[in-house]
């Protein structure tokens, strides 16, 4: 069917307008009801936060999603741009996207009055009808409702004109979402501002009222430790928002597994084949865990799944440096990589004790906790008495972060423990993955406290 381009055309079309919140309750009953994936590439929440934000939805609500950093808050509200229509069409020409069919503002009536059905229109997608801003203290009414403009006075329209106004971001995400992130740190003004917003759907600029019904969906996301009485948030505009829905980290190593392959790009012309084991991926998702738990680390800040994300990296990028190095053409991160996760870690947790140098000591804790609850997750110690003699008979073996693969891997041709036990690893026959696995059981055996480990400039030797 053509596009309209008149108010007459969309009558002919038998177009009917509807409410941003009918639209979007509309189109994910069309998705349940087809049972098609809602809200990609967000993990983790299908069983917690999302039947939630369906029933939100459903009832036509605003939203307040609470929640620490890197809790995928800005991601979830993005993904609800997918519930609204492909396009729309709006006024054209207008700042606030009126509906052809019933303008509010006085220049899209008067342009209605004066052309009747030729009035022209157009039609926008629905990425334009997303409107975000992140709240800071400088923020200003005229940034997010509009300022009275000085130079549409000065031609001699009167103030109580809306003529006169240049609209702020809420009007001009007119007619779609909009989300304003990190809300409690709006002004207490600037909330107040917000209050006929959220329920009477009018506004007041420069102290007078201009009748301006906005059609909006309200997204809003807050830490929770500010989003209450004794936070920065003031109690009448919490009262507004239809529903409060708490969000939370991956609750499973799994969920955290999925985030981390999601969200870390291959890295490509390197000229490397990567391969990164599972028990890599499980002691990086591990070590977040811990990190989550640890009472060295400011829980009210949080443990974002941003750390499992920058290990992840890291470590795949130290085990690229070394094939580089070593002229080797395949790399697999190793148990001696994760020293470089300070550099990734530190920045991304706020720690409870400020003591100078204790930060390495702590990631460097956690780290190896997380390495043993892997380690115990794969293996019985008892696989591995034959290996623990041979150590306690004089038996040595030197890895490093910067030791080709090859070396390490020989050690295979003769520790039968060894070679049984990365098979139970199933890291097949890349020799940078074997050197991998032989790390691993090593530093499992010396966190279980059955062989020493020593370090000297750029190697490290484990022994009996």
């Known amino acids: 069917m053509r596009k309209a381009k008149t108010i007459s055309d969309l009558r002919a079309q038998k177009?009917?307008?509807?409410?941003?919140?009918?639209?979007?309750?509309?189109?994910?009953?069309?998705?349940?009801?087809?049972?098609?994936?809602?809200f990609k590439g967000i993990i983790g929440y299908e069983e917690t936060v999302i039947p939630q934000i369906q029933n939100a939805v459903l009832s036509g609500q605003d939203i307040v999603l609470l929640g620490e950093r890197g809790q995928a808050k800005s991601r979830l509200i993005r993904a609800l741009v997918e519930l609204l229509d492909d396009e729309i069409p709006v006024m054209e020409g207008c700042e606030i996207n009126d509906d052809p069919f019933n303008p509010t503002c006085s220049s899209c009536k008067d342009l209605a009055k004066k052309h009747k059905g030729l009035t022209p229109i157009k039609w926008i997608p629905k990425e334009e009808r997303y409107g975000e801003k992140l709240a800071t203290p400088d923020i200003t009414v005229a940034d997010l409702i509009g300022e009275v403009d000085p130079i549409k006075v000065a031609e001699g329209r009167y103030l109580s004109d809306d003529y006169t106004i240049h609209y702020g971001l809420i009007p001009r995400s007119n007619r779609g979402i909009f989300c304003i992130n990190e809300l409690p740190d709006l002004s207490e003004r600037i909330q107040v501002g917000m209050f006929n917003i959220l329920e009477e759907r009018d506004v007041q600029i420069k102290g007078y009222k201009v009748n301006l019904p906005l059609d909006l969906c309200l997204i809003a996301s807050a830490n929770p430790e500010d989003y209450t009485n004794r936070g920065r948030i003031i109690t009448p505009l919490k009262d507004r928002f239809g529903a409060q829905i708490k969000t939370h980290y991956p609750q499973t190593i799994d969920h955290?597994?999925?985030?981390?392959?999601?969200?870390?790009?291959?890295?490509?012309?390197?000229?490397?084949?990567?391969?990164?084991?599972?028990?890599?991926?499980?002691?990086?998702?591990?070590?977040?865990?811990?990190?989550?738990?640890?009472?060295?680390?400011?829980?009210?800040?949080?443990?974002?799944?941003?750390?499992?994300?920058?290990?992840?990296?890291?470590?795949?990028?130290?085990?690229?440096?070394?094939?580089?190095?070593?002229?080797?053409?395949?790399?697999?991160?190793?148990?001696?990589?994760?020293?470089?996760?300070?550099?990734?870690?530190?920045?991304?947790?706020?720690?409870?004790?400020?003591?100078?140098?204790?930060?390495?000591?702590?990631?460097?804790?956690?780290?190896?906790?997380?390495?043993?609850?892997?380690?115990?997750?794969?293996?019985?110690?008892?696989?591995?008495?034959?290996?623990?003699?041979?150590?306690?008979?004089?038996?040595?073996?030197?890895?490093?972060?910067?030791?080709?693969?090859?070396?390490?891997?020989?050690?295979?041709?003769?520790?039968?423990?060894?070679?049984?036990?990365?098979?139970?690893?199933?890291?097949?026959?890349?020799?940078?993955?074997?050197a991998s696995a032989i790390e691993f059981i090593l530093e499992g055996l010396h966190l279980s406290r059955r062989i020493n480990k020593d370090f000297n400039s750029d190697t490290i030797r484990y022994r009996g």
Do not use: C
């Not at 919140?21 to 098609?36: A, F, G, H, T």
């Open 15 to 38: 177009y009917k307008s509807v409410s941003v919140k009918d639209e979007m309750r509309n189109n994910l009953i069309k998705k349940m009801r087809n049972k098609e994936q809602l």
């Open 256 to 434: 955290e597994i999925q985030v981390m392959e999601q969200e870390v790009p291959k890295m490509k012309g390197t000229g490397v084949a990567i391969t990164v084991p599972m028990y890599i991926k499980e002691i990086i998702a591990e070590f977040t865990h811990l990190a989550r738990k640890s009472g060295d680390i400011n829980q009210r800040s949080g443990v974002s799944v941003r750390v499992s994300i920058g290990n992840y990296q890291t470590v795949i990028a130290n085990s690229i440096r070394r094939s580089l190095i070593s002229g080797e053409s395949e790399a697999t991160p190793r148990i001696s990589d994760m020293a470089y996760m300070n550099a990734s870690t530190i920045g991304k947790v706020e720690l409870e004790s400020i003591e100078d140098g204790r930060e390495s000591k702590i990631v460097e804790e956690i780290a190896k906790r997380a390495v043993l609850n892997t380690f115990n997750h794969y293996f019985n110690l008892n696989e591995f008495d034959s290996l623990i003699g041979r150590f306690n008979e004089g038996l040595t073996i030197d890895t490093g972060d910067m030791m080709p693969s090859k070396k390490i891997a020989d050690w295979l041709k003769d520790l039968s423990d060894l070679k049984s036990a990365q098979k139970k690893l199933k890291i097949g026959r890349k020799l940078s993955a074997q």
